[in-house]
């Protein structure tokens, strides 16, 4: 009797689970594994954006850095997890109450798209759909409406694949190796709250933050100058692909990121005790 209940009582938490937005699980292959997660979240795809991209307003709910390195051309900024989010939006709806509000991030894995459309549907801000193709599908696809550095149209050829991305990475003990050696300058790009004010490589690292170009500038021209390679590391090995496409930019060649961040980089310090 106690096991049948325990299974009662199992399904009947899974039947619950399955009312909650977001808590269903995602179907492994899934192009979009977001619309399963969240499935009363409307999406709009690549070329109906195109068709429909003067009839409505189209929303970046990424990082200022993100945007500011590549985005949909004529969108506007209202990053997810501000504490004006909400406000924002309901601001953005006031101004026209009939268009269409388009959000969209990175890509088919990243889920703000969908979650910044369901917080406007939780605080009744109506008419929000998601593009959750995500930027890089986009800017592929119409280069002309995109905008990469404040550059536009776009040049496919400078879209950085993943290859591109890890030919430029280090498992967290090479570059810990990498960090010991004198031809390296070694940049730690957490923001203020990430590094808790630890650091990886006492008395060897430079602190830049990822939006203060004029000191990114600066050890850019360093490394040229002295000959030397930077090895960057930031919290999660995220950001730093977006600082990719500004090194590129300013035809930096001599650089290395570590791949998953500071957060690998404990990973295996623990695993060496």
Request: proline share 3%; aromatic share 10%; glycine share 6%.
């Amino acid at each position: 009797m106690l096991r049948t209940k325990s299974m009662f009582d199992a399904l009947i938490g899974l039947m619950v689970l399955a009312l909650i937005p977001g808590s269903l699980s995602a179907k492994e292959g899934d192009e979009f594994p977001g619309r399963s997660l969240f499935p009363t979240i409307d999406v709009i795809e690549v070329d109906d954006l195109k068709q429909r991209l003067k009839d409505v307003v189209v929303v970046d709910v990424r990082s200022r850095y993100e945007y500011d390195t590549l985005r949909i051309k004529g969108a506007r900024h209202i990053q997810l997890g501000s504490k004006t989010f909400i406000d924002e939006m309901r601001a953005l709806r006031a101004e026209d109450p009939k268009r269409t509000i388009v959000t969209y991030c990175n890509g088919k894995t990243c889920m703000k798209s969908y979650k910044a459309a369901r917080e406007c549907k939780l605080e009744k801000i109506d008419g929000v759909v998601a593009y959750d193709a995500g930027i890089m599908d986009w800017a592929k696809a119409y280069p002309d409406d995109a905008q990469l550095l404040g550059r536009s149209p776009v040049d496919p050829k400078k879209l950085l694949s993943k290859d591109k991305f890890n030919s430029h990475t280090l498992e967290p003990e090479k570059f810990e190796v990498e960090a010991g050696k004198n031809n390296v300058i070694v940049v730690d790009m957490r923001d203020r709250f990430q590094r808790e004010a630890t650091s990886l490589f006492v008395g060897k690292e430079t602190r830049v933050y990822l939006d203060d170009q004029d000191a990114l500038d600066k050890l850019i021209a360093q490394a040229k100058r002295e000959n030397k390679t930077l090895i960057i590391y930031d919290q999660a090995g995220k950001q730093v692909q977006w600082l990719q496409y500004y090194l590129e930019d300013k035809d930096l060649t001599n650089y290395y990121f570590m791949k998953g961040g500071s957060r690998e980089y404990f990973k295996y310090l623990r695993a060496q005790l």
